[in-house]
Structures are given as C-alpha cells and as structure tokens.
C-alpha cells in the first residue's frame, strides 16, 4: 500500500525500514507535519500515517479525501489531534495503537517523581563542579505517601501497581473503575477527594472535550498545599496560565510533564540555537521545582518496536480488507 508517513523523525525510518522487509509496502517520507499547509503532499497515497504533532481538523480531512486518501494511521495510542467524526463523513477509516508499552509510559511518570523529589537531575551538575553539599537536596519518602491517579486504563494500572509497590496509598478516579485493581489495594474517590487527599497526582486519562482543562485554578485550589503533580497524558488536561499561578502560590510544590498544552511545533524540534517564542514554556522552564520532558514518555526500545510494527500491520488489515481490530470508533 503507498503510504505517505509524516512528521517522520529518523530514528523512525530506520525502525519502519527494517520491519517494513516483512510487510513491503511503499513508504514514503516527510519531516513536515501533515496540516493545512501540507496537505497536498498526500497526493497520490492511499494512506497518511501521522503522529501526535499531525493536525487533521475537518478542513484537512475533506482534503485528503479529495485526494484520494483512505486511511489515517495514527503511530500514537492518543487521538485527540484528528477530526474522527470528520473522518467519518468523508469515509476515511483511522487506525491507531492502542496499546504497545504501558509499562513505558508509567515508568517515565516514575522518572518524573523520583527526579523532582531527590533532585538527581541538579545533582548530576553539582557534583561534576565539585559541589558534593547536601545543600537544598532535602526529599521526602515515598513510602506510605497518598498517590492520586486519575484515570486508572492500561497506563494507569501499571503505574499503580509500581506505586504500590513504593508502599505508597493509591486513591484514583475513573470513569469507570478497576474491580482488578480494587483487589490489589487501589481505593476508588470521587475526583475532589483525589485532590483534596492526594501528596502526588498523576494524569492518566485521554484529552477529550470532558477533560480539557480538567486541572484548572478551581482544581488547584482543592488540593492539598506544596503537592506534586506529574503529567505524562496530554498537555491540555492542565491549563497552563492557572498552573504557573499554583506554581507561583507554592500550592504547587513540584510539577513534572512530559506534555504541554502548547507542544506543538515545539517539542521534537532543536531550539538550542534559536530563540523560543513561547513566554509560557519559558516561564515554566524558569521554576526549580519543574520538570519538564519533550513527550518522551513513550520513548523505549520496546515501545518503539511495538509501535512500528502494529502500525505498518494497520495497514496490512486495511488492504487485505480484514477486521480493523485498532480502528477509532466514535461511542
Ligand atoms: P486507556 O484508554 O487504557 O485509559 C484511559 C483511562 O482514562 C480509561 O480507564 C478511561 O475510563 C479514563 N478516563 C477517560 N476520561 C476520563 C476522565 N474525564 N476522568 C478520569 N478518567 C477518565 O489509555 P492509556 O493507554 O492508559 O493512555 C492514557 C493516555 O496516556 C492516552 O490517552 C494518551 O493521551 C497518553 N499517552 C502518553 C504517552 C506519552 O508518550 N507521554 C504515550 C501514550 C499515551
């Protein structure tokens, strides 16, 4: 099938290229994002393949469906960058991965925690100048803290269960709740009381037009004083403006994201010899107490063989006409 892959970073080729021997389709790449702009680089292909930074408003899609295109597959489990009801009227299936590494996700939300808390990315520098103080390193135990997870799906319950396994007290809150994970300790709340009882909250639930902004001022002020927050879900689930002011406050003692509301265009780009226009993602680099990761939670050998290989099989099901087991399907 010709398949046109955008937004295509290199270490992604060289992972399609070797696994594509198996599945021969005709692929063609393109470090440009698929977008209003771009979309008429499509031309002639079947299929799109995109990623989290591709933007296919409704404008986009009835484009690509005039260009003949068919399919939309996406090499994320998040899907909250397509128009999918769009995509629908204009008869443009969209397949996805719907799980490839939970674990990748969850230990990276870990990385976050433990990094803000012993501070292990300050004293890296610290020590190489020579500086082996203790001065300013103070953390906290983990070990019997209350954790609050919201959203308790595929990645939510791996990372309950390493929290567990820290000693930690797991409350959540879902949609609809876990009775697997009841068993094994986690303790269901309503979202207020989450907030209100948790020492650490970690985002886990899609971004949807429910959950947009779901941790705004409002939600800052429930919580409890100095709690940490880890967001490794989408950047909009937090409104960035209200959370600099949490910051700002100290309500907000720690902040780890691997997501920002503003990403796009920003994140998996080189800035380091340019100047960054975004004054919010400058004020938020400029806390100590924030951590702030380029959508890499992801980013593992496992993960991104998984993810390679449940794509280009996408395609694969699509063409032969067999059953789209990961196709978004509108509830
Ligand atoms: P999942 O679909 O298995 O689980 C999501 C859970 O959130 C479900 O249990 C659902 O009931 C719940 N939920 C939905 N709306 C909610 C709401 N308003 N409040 C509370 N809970 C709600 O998804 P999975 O695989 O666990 O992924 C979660 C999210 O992680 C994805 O939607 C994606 O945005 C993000 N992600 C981030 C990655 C990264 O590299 N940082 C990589 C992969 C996913």
């Known amino acids: 099938m010709k398949i046109a892959v955008f937004s295509t970073q290199s270490y992604e080729q060289a992972y399609l290229d070797r696994l594509n021997i198996d599945f021969k389709h005709d692929l063609t790449y393109f470090e440009a994002s698929l977008n209003a702009n771009t979309t008429n680089l499509a031309e002639g292909f079947e299929g799109v393949c995109v990623f989290v930074s591709d933007k296919l408003n409704e404008k986009v899609i009835e484009k690509l469906a005039k260009l003949g295109v068919k399919l939309i597959d996406l090499r ?28 990748a996700v969850a230990e990276h939300a870990i990385a976050l925690i433990l990094t803000l808390n012993r501070k292990t990315h300050k ?11 203790l001065d300013n390193l103070l953390g906290f135990n983990l070990y019997q803290k209350t954790v609050g997870v919201i959203g308790t799906g595929k990645i939510g319950a791996v990372f309950c269960k390493i929290m567990l396994g820290f000693g930690c007290k797991i409350i959540a809150y879902d949609l609809v709740e876990s009775e697997n994970l009841k068993a094994i300790g986690v303790e269901y709340q309503s979202f207020d009381e989450v907030l209100k009882n948790a020492d650490i909250i970690s985002l886990h639930c899609p971004l949807t037009e429910k959950s947009h902004h779901l941790l705004d001022a409002t939600a800052f002020d429930k919580m409890k ?45 080189d800035f380091s010899e340019t100047i960054i226009q975004d004054d919010i993602i400058e004020r938020l680099m400029a806390f ?19 993810i390679m290989k449940i794509t280009l099989k996408n395609f694969t099901d699509f063409e032969q006409g067999l059953v789209l087991e990961n196709e978004v399907v509108m509830s």
């Open 123 to 133: 004293v890296y520098n610290r020590v190489r100048e020579g500086d082996f103080s």
């Open 225 to 269: 004083e100095g709690v940490m927050l880890i967001n490794t879900s989408r950047g909009g689930l937090i409104k960035t403006e209200d959370v600099i002011i949490a910051l700002k406050s100290k309500k907000l003692g720690y902040l780890g994201i691997d997501v920002y509301e503003q990403e796009d265009g920003l994140f998996f780009k």
């Open 288 to 306: 100590h107490n924030v951590l702030i990761t380029p959508h890499q939670g992801f980013f593992t050998k496992e993960a991104v063989e998984q």
């Open 76 to 103: 994320s489990a998040g899907f909250n960058n397509i128009d999918i009801q769009a995509a629908k009227k204009y008869n443009i299936k969209v397949l996805r991965v719907p799980a490839y590494s939970p674990q």
